[in-house]
């Protein structure tokens, strides 16, 4: 367990619909990273955010937002769905350290199709 | 950013050593070179990470060559609970603050899918 907590781990839904995946960092951590994985695409870096701001930003769609709130729990909205946002979106967290010696802790993932 | 280059899969019988190779020739003197794995259906695990020395832990140890531009994760005996993607990775995009903390984020390549046979 890394103590990384995502919700829900399954999500069905339609095209053109919008949805949050939620993650819960682990307890201390102030850095929040979101990734979309898929088959033909592999892990790819959403945007992270440190202790409620945002800080680095990948291949993340317009149609996707997401943001952290105090608690650094963090949220990744989801809209106007299309089939190719099918997906693993993983949530990773970290303490936020100095250097390149900082771990990432990944959860479980939330299992996104849509149909 | 700096890039990696790994074989696309390895296979390995139970109990016997795997060397997970890195090929990374454009490093920074700066960049961390980590190692995750990902089990099937399962989120990326740590696995180890180093700078210029070779580095042991429970899971494994990493072998840096000493002009860091290749490194090697091993496995001293695999066991089927090891099969799994494996990425090798070098941090980047790093900023700092005045307190000197990193807002560098991982990017990950294709990774060696690992085979182990019972």
């Known amino acids: 367990d890394s103590g990384v907590t995502q919700t829900p781990k399954h999500l069905i839904t339609a095209t053109g619909q919008r949805v949050t995946l939620r993650c819960s960092p682990r307890?201390?951590?102030?850095?929040v990273y979101w990734y979309q994985q898929s088959l033909d695409q592999g892990l790819q870096f959403l945007i992270q955010y440190y202790n409620g701001e945002e800080r680095a930003k990948g291949n993340i769609l317009e149609r996707f937002s997401a943001q952290q709130f105090p608690d650094l729990h963090s949220e990744l909205n989801l809209s106007s769905l299309e089939l190719g946002d099918s997906a693993l979106y993983f949530c990773a967290s970290s303490v936020a350290g100095t250097g390149g010696n900082e771990k990432l802790f990944f959860g479980s993932g939330t299992q996104l199709s849509v149909l | 950013d700096a890039k990696t280059t790994q074989p696309n899969s390895m296979e390995s019988n139970e109990e016997e050593p795997v060397h997970l190779p890195c090929n990374h020739s454009t490093i920074s003197g700066t960049d961390y070179i980590h190692w995750y794995r990902q089990l099937p259906s399962q989120g990326p695990e740590y696995v180890i990470h180093?700078?210029?020395s070779n580095v042991n832990n429970r899971m494994a140890s990493l072998a840096i060559a000493e002009d860091r531009k290749s490194s090697t994760l091993i496995l001293h005996r695999a066991t089927l609970r090891d099969a799994a993607v494996y990425y090798c990775i070098l941090r980047d995009d790093f900023r700092f603050d005045a307190g000197g903390t990193s807002y560098g984020k991982l990017t990950f390549g294709q990774g060696t899918i690992l085979t182990v046979h019972p």
């Open positions: 307890s201390g951590d102030l850095s």
């Open positions: 180093g700078l210029t």
